[in-house]
């Protein structure tokens, strides 16, 4: 890829600066440069390891030991637990202190938006969970993944919930798995209600959160993309900014 220019395009800056109720739409693109890599992207899980597939796949999970074994293993070595926020978190707390984020929707699960200070006046709202809380697939107990992390590293490859000795997971969302309804009505209204639909560093390839740009876009909002790569809906997006999340999206805010 030709090296970009890190100037958002002049569109791009026009829409966000009379931008007044942003709903920004966030993936794992915002975490790469944390050091927390994506799934689609060049250097993505998925691209270098399709097979990796498998632990997010809910029936898969449920059926075999061995694979939630390692997703026990995968999750004690998860870089989110060693990542930091970077300019492209920090830039969307600003657009929030400036008292123009309507609401933050997010489909990572390394709640990064929090440490660096999202959700004190807009909510963060993880669509697809997070990593650090854990739930029992039978009773529902939910606890800390630290707490079940301890377990694993003290001997147990698969560990069962202590209450009823159910299957653990994670609480994330897992191809089958359905997301949580409030979090996703609130996310569809946040997308009806919103002047700019913002989205960053995802591939809008997973439904249904990716329907919430074409609904922004139906219900008025302009629709902005900040993201390496092409996506399904740049066709109706009024700009799109090829760029390095981390260097163009506070000039974006800035404006
Ligand atoms: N700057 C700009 N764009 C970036 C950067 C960066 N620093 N790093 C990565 N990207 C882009 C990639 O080019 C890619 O198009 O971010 C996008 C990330 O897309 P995906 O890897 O598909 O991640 P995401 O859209 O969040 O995936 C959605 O799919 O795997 C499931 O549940 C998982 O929440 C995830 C969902």
Redesign the pocket.
Known sequence: MAAESSRAPQRAREIMAGASAVTALT???IS??SGIP????PQ?V?TNNPAAARM?DIEAYLADPDLRAQAWRSRSEHPAWRARPNDGHRALVDLERQGRLRALVT??IDELHQSAGSGLQAPVLEV?GSLKRAVCLSCGWRGTMEAVLARVAAGEADPPCEVCGGILKSDT?SFGQSLDRQLLRESARAAAECDVLLAV??????NPVAGLVPLAHEAGAEVVI????P?PFDAIAGAVVR????QVLPELVAA
């Open positions: 993936g794992a693109g790469t440069a994506d799934f689609r992207g993505g998925w997010f489909q990572n697809h969302v560093g995802t591939s809008l390839q997973v900040v993201n390496a790569e996506t760029g390095q999340i981390e």
